[in-house]
């Protein structure tokens, strides 16, 4: 009987506690490899939608601040189109990114972007999903980034049908994907673990 040899398999490795420098390395003071960091800037003064900022922080099971993570966003623009080669449905708006990245700042944990609201994009079965922002979490501790997503308060009819936000089995849970809203300001703290640990979703 021939004998398998079945592989052996890699060792993972968390992110940390050096992933600044590999992806905001003049956040760490080390210059000369990018002007500025990719990801720092999504909008301009042509971009089109409602402006508003997106800050918060992120918290460990003991309820501490991670004050050395990385967040990157994407979303679809004011029109629910993506700035992506594939996508098929129209043109995005060639001044929005659609995708920001940001570290949090060590002393007190904060990460912020300046974007748009974006617009409603349809799920694979052709139902609209409410406005959302898709966000990554790496960080010291993490050994595969985190996807969760962010929804907007004032859009209760349309959080209330998103196809996503419907599958969530403790409806209690759900509040951990709203952002609190004060004008052009949206505040959204992402749990990792513990008793309000935020939904993340298996992408």
């Not at 999903?129 to 960080?139: G, L």
Request: hydrophobic share 35%; glycine share 10%; charged share 25%.
């Amino acid at each position: 009987m021939q004998e398998l040899g079945y592989l052996k398999e890699t060792p993972s490795q968390t992110a940390g506690p050096y992933v600044h420098i590999g992806l905001t390395p003049n956040f760490c003071d080390i210059t000369g490899v990018y002007d500025t960091d990719l990801g720092t800037q999504m909008v301009n003064d042509k971009t089109l939608g409602e402006r508003i900022t997106v800050s918060g922080r992120i918290f460990d099971g003991a309820g501490a601040l991670v004050r050395d993570a990385v967040i990157e966003i994407w979303q679809a623009d004011s029109t629910g189109l993506y700035n992506s080669p594939s996508e098929m449905r129209g043109t995005a708006d060639p001044n929005f990114t659609g995708w920001g990245r940001c570290p949090t700042r060590a002393e007190d944990g904060v990460y912020s972007f300046e974007t748009i609201k974006p617009g409603k994009v349809p799920f694979k079965d052709g139902r609209k999903m409410a406005p959302h922002i898709t966000f990554w979490i790496v960080a010291r501790g993490i050994n595969i980034g985190l996807h969760t997503r962010m929804y907007f308060p004032e859009e209760q009819e349309a959080n209330a049908a998103d196809p996503i936000l419907s599958r969530i089995e403790h409806r209690e849970r759900v509040a951990t994907l709203i952002a609190t809203r004060e004008g052009a300001k949206l505040s959204f703290d992402i749990y990792l673990q513990g008793p309000k640990e935020t939904v993340f979703l298996d992408i």
